[in-house]
């Protein structure tokens, strides 16, 4: 989002893709830390995924013996509920931190993915809404879902240990050039 002001360029709450060295520029890290929105999402996640591994479970266990149907479908809502909890909270801290809603450069990906991922557990809320679908079918569409849920995750998961490195990084290089840094 760049604009003409009075022939100068506009550089929005994010900066541009040639000031940028790394997952968060200073400024983002300063409102990343500041905010409570990362609280939120730094207590949603394991809660989701917690959710999430006893669903799975329950699921799974519905798929093996073909009991505890109500018990996997409370699950799946529960599960889902999250998600859709964690996106909408998400998209805030993006805002907060990049500057827009979704979509910010240092995670496209995954919001991205994130959509498909929303996309199959809606999905199921529709099959089981309409009945389009049978039990097992639904169940299936829930792993469906997981799965990508997982990969998704996995995505986050990474961009969470870019960012610590980066800030490892940066900080190892601030003793490094400072003068009053006294090595043995």
Known sequence: MTGILKGESVVPHTQNAQLRHGLYTPEERVRRDQTVWTLVQGVLAPVQFLVFVVSLVLVLRYLWIGEGYMAAT???LAK???LYLIMVTGAIWEKVVFGQYLFAPAFFWEDVFSFL???LHTAYLWALWTGALTSVEQMWLALAAYAAYVINAVQFILKLRAARLQ???????????DPNEVTV
Do not use: W
């Open 117 to 119: 991922v929303i996309a």
């Open 74 to 76: 409370g699950s799946i």
């Open 80 to 82: 889902t509920f999250f």
């Open 167 to 177: 800030a490892e990084a940066e900080e190892a290089n601030l003793r490094a050039n």
